[in-house]
């Protein structure tokens, strides 16, 4: 079953990457698609230095918020928890409205790409070190969780109170970055993605065995010879990479990492993260790729800020598993 599940999967998510280059302000059918994209003419171009980069930043996205909603679901064996929930992306978005309206309040008039990914990633990181600390005196796994949730608060007032002081078109900057965006991401910015995202998964690929044995309780880990709290530190720094990148480059993309998992489990029926991990990763890129595509519907060249296309999908399936009887990890 999880074979045939992954063949359906990749052929899917093989129509969204074709489909999603179709669309725009025009739309260029796949025939023509495929006609002219060795060719020298105006629709290669729009492919190649627009439409591309776009669907390839939905992937890396895609697979980087639902492997960590997948981590972080079975660290806390919580079906609502996803790679917001320790305020990881909290912090990262309290790094971006230091530089962007830190460079208001003191006079700078341009602010890099890299400063923001620098921002990024110094607040996802920061919060990271900081319930690491906590995680020193906490033995409790959900008290870590109450934890996170109240520094994401904390961090998300902070950005209001930089708001309130920051000339208008600053907070106009940052408002319209907290509403996640794919198509500012160049091919040299997401090469940075790309190779954070890949350590990160390689990080991911060690902690299988653990993650499997998690779902039978932490207490377990001892018997089969794995340190709990490396395995704690190492799912945490994880997701702290995966959320932060994405947050630097794309804002705050919400509620992908935390319904991919679910489809994933119900698709295969089965809580095996070897064979879960790439079935949600493809399933994560193509629900990125299909977001993205549905961004595109409204006429007249509007688009959509991708974060209304993926709450208008996740708060039903979010309310359905709260709503859901038995709605455990692994059952």
């Known amino acids: 079953m999880p074979n045939r599940s992954l063949y359906f999967i990749s052929l899917l998510f093989g129509l969204l990457f074709v489909f999603n280059l179709s669309m725009g302000e025009s739309f260029i059918s796949p025939q023509e698609l495929f006609q002219n994209l060795f060719s020298d003419s105006k629709i290669n171009l729009i492919i190649i230095n627009f439409r591309l980069p776009k669907a390839l930043t939905a992937i890396l996205v895609g697979v980087a ?26 912090g990262a978005s309290l790094g971006v409205s230091i530089v962007i309206m830190g460079a208001g309040l003191t006079g700078i008039a341009f602010i890099s790409n890299i400063s923001i990914l620098v921002g990024a990633l110094i607040g996802s990181i920061g919060m990271m070190l900081l319930l690491l600390s906590i995680l020193r005196f906490v033995k409790d796994i959900m008290t870590l969780l109450i934890v996170g949730v109240m520094f994401g608060t904390f961090t998300a007032s902070l950005s209001a109170i930089l ?22 991401v ?96 493809l399933l994560g890129a193509s629900l990125m790729l299909l977001s993205d595509i549905l961004t595109q519907i409204p006429p007249n060249g509007m688009v959509l800020p991708i974060n209304s296309v993926t709450a208008f999908v996740g708060i039903p399936f979010i309310l359905w598993v709260l709503l859901k009887p038995n709605n455990k990890i692994g059952i």
Do not use: E
């Not at 997948?70 to 320790?86: D, E, K």
């Not at 708001?163 to 500012?184: D, E």
């Not at 190779?195 to 065995?209: A, C, G, N, R, W």
């Open 163 to 184: 708001q309130y002081f920051s000339p208008s078109f600053q907070v106009k900057s940052f408002v319209l970055w907290t509403l996640g965006n794919l198509s500012t």
């Open 186 to 281: 160049s091919y040299s910015q997401l090469w940075i993605m790309f190779i954070l995202i890949i350590l990160s998964l390689i990080l991911v690929l060690y902690s299988l065995k653990g993650l499997n044995i998690l779902l039978l309780g932490s207490d377990n880990l001892s018997n089969f010879g794995i340190n709990k709290r490396q395995l704690q530190i190492s799912i945490l720094i994880s997701t702290a990479i995966l959320t932060g990148v994405v947050t630097a480059f794309c804002g705050p993309i919400g509620f992908v990492g935390i319904i991919v998992p679910h489809f994933s489990r119900m698709l295969i029926k089965t809580s095996d993260h070897i064979k879960l991990l790439p079935i949600t990763a």
């Open 65 to 90: 918020l639902s492997v960590s909603g997948l981590l972080m679901q079975t660290l806390f064996r919580n079906p609502i928890a996803g790679p917001y929930v320790l305020g990881i992306s909290s």
